[in-house]
Every structure is written in structure tokens, then in C-alpha cells.
Nanobody
Framework: QVQLVESGGGLVQAGGSLRLSCAAS????????MGWYRQAPGKQRELVAA???????KYADAVKGRFTISRDNAKNTVYLQMNSLKPEDTAVYYC??????????????WGQGTQVTVSS
């Protein structure tokens, strides 16, 4: 069993920055891939960024060059640094984790979600 607890969401002006954190507890050694998804009202859930336990990363085209995913294995925590935020980034952001190498929308473990709102 793995529990994911997210923090760092909030309201920010366009062009600003936020950092999301996701702390994992429980059966930590069962985790390989971790990532962030987001879902806006009326939109489908989409992968934002993913990272392996070795540090390999993947990003959605919409956030490349603006967002950075990282993880601290010693702290069992994954981060999403979001810079140059746009109103289109407004969504509920979810942390996800799985024992598989690649992240997917059918991950075993999910956080509760944190709201990110970008105003113009």
C-alpha cells in the first residue's frame, strides 16, 4: 500500500510560478514511475510529466520548457516546478505512482488532487 499526499496548489497570476509536492508513504520500494496528471472542467485528464526512479523524464508538449519534474528518493517525494504559468494551466493536478516503469492513466496509486488556478 502506498499513500500519496500533495501540496503546493493555489492561485497565481499568469507568468508566475508554483511548486507542487507529492510525498509518498507506505510500501515505498514498490514505486518505480511517478508523475503528474491534470484535469480541467470539461476536459479529459492528461499526463503533464512523468519520471522514473532513475530520473528519466517525459513532458506533455504543452508544458515543455516551462515545467520541471524531479524526485528526491531519500525523501520519497516528487515535485513539479511550474514556471511561466498560463490560464490554460488551470486544472486539478494529481500525483500518481506505480510499480511499472512507464507512467499511465491506470496507475495503482493516486493523490487527492490539488487545485491550480492561473488568473489573467
Amino acid at each position: 500500500q502506498v499513500q500519496l499526499v500533495e501540496s503546493g496548489g493555489g492561485l497565481v497570476q499568469a507568468g508566475g510560478s508554483l511548486r507542487l509536492s507529492c510525498a509518498a508513504s507506505g510500501s515505498i520500494f514498490s514505486i518505480n514511475a511517478m508523475g503528474w496528471y491534470r484535469q480541467a472542467p470539461g476536459k479529459q485528464r492528461e499526463l503533464v510529466a512523468a519520471i522514473t526512479d532513475g530520473g528519466s523524464t517525459k513532458y506533455a508538449d504543452a508544458v515543455k520548457g516551462r515545467f520541471t519534474i524531479s524526485r528526491d528518493n531519500a525523501k520519497n517525494t516528487v515535485y513539479l516546478q511550474m514556471n511561466s504559468l498560463k490560464p490554460e494551466d488551470t486544472a486539478v493536478y494529481y500525483c500518481a505512482a506505480d510499480s511499472v516503469v512507464v507512467m499511465s492513466a491506470r496507475a495503482k496509486y493516486w493523490g487527492q488532487g490539488t487545485q491550480v488556478t492561473v488568473s489573467s
